[in-house]
């Protein structure tokens, strides 16, 4: 089974409905994040979290909101979604850095596909 | 600003011939460059990570180089493979308040035909 999921894999939906994305992880780790990727740009960080008590924004949180209802559990929300918010969005999962150690890498989930008519 | 660069936005090569893709980065402070693989449908996937101290990091038939001081990176891919038709995206790590914020290439997508 994979460690990261995401639901659902692909949503269509219409300008003003509200949306939720959600992540789940297998992995044990403390820290997951939310990006989106769009055509030609780079993943953009929209919102992280560290535990289950602390949510951070990222870059581009305008027009986004998360939840985090367990270590295990990160959900995107959308809560009046527009067209320019059509794109791939991915959720993330990394341990904590031990003692400032560079390494910990981020295990990305198979995206979810949004389209916003 | 930090940036992160990559050439060419697109290759297509023929199976069993080598390549090389570029990263130039504008990123401070620097912690590590990550190259990541990322199939069509799918997120990515870490293919190696090197801190400012390490010049070369191999992974089977993929070499990544980092120069520092110029503040490039290469990935060379060797003898390549249907199965190596990928995005690949050059990642510099920034290491700030507690945790690596990640500064992402937009990717060369990669096409290897037979």
């Known amino acids: 089974d994979a460690d990261v999921t995401q639901t659902p894999r692909n949503r269509i939906t219409k300008t003003g409905k509200r949306i939720m994305l959600e992540c789940s992880q297998t992995k044990g780790h403390d820290r997951m994040y939310w990006y989106r990727q769009d055509p030609g740009l780079g993943l953009r960080l929209i919102y992280y979290?560290?535990?289950?008590?602390?949510?951070n924004k990222g870059e581009i949180s305008d027009g986004y909101s998360v939840s985090r209802q367990a270590q295990a559990k990160f959900s995107l929300s959308l809560e009046s979604a527009i067209p320019n918010q059509t794109a791939l969005y991915f959720c993330?999962?990394?341990?904590?850095?031990?003692?400032?150690?560079?390494?910990?890498?981020?295990?990305f989930g198979p995206g979810t596909r949004l389209t916003v008519l | 600003k930090n940036q992160v660069e990559q050439s060419p936005q697109s290759l297509i090569i023929l199976e069993g011939k080598n390549c090389t893709l570029q990263c130039n980065y504008t990123v401070s402070p620097f912690s590590n460059l990550r190259w990541y693989k990322q199939d069509t449908g799918r997120g990515p996937v870490s293919l190696t990570i090197m801190t400012f101290s390490e010049n070369t990091k191999s992974n089977g038939r993929y070499t990544a180089t980092l120069d520092a001081d110029t503040k490039q990176s290469s990935l060379h891919i060797t003898a390549s493979q249907l199965s190596d038709s990928a995005s690949y995206i050059c990642?510099?790590?920034?290491?700030?308040?507690?945790?690596?914020?990640?500064?992402f290439g937009a990717g060369t997508r990669l096409a290897v035909h037979p």
């Open positions: 993330a999962t990394s341990d904590r850095a031990s003692g400032g150690a560079p390494y910990n890498e981020q295990f």
């Open positions: 979290s560290f535990d289950v008590k602390d949510i």
């Open positions: 990642v510099v790590s920034s290491f700030s308040g507690g945790y690596n914020k990640l500064i």
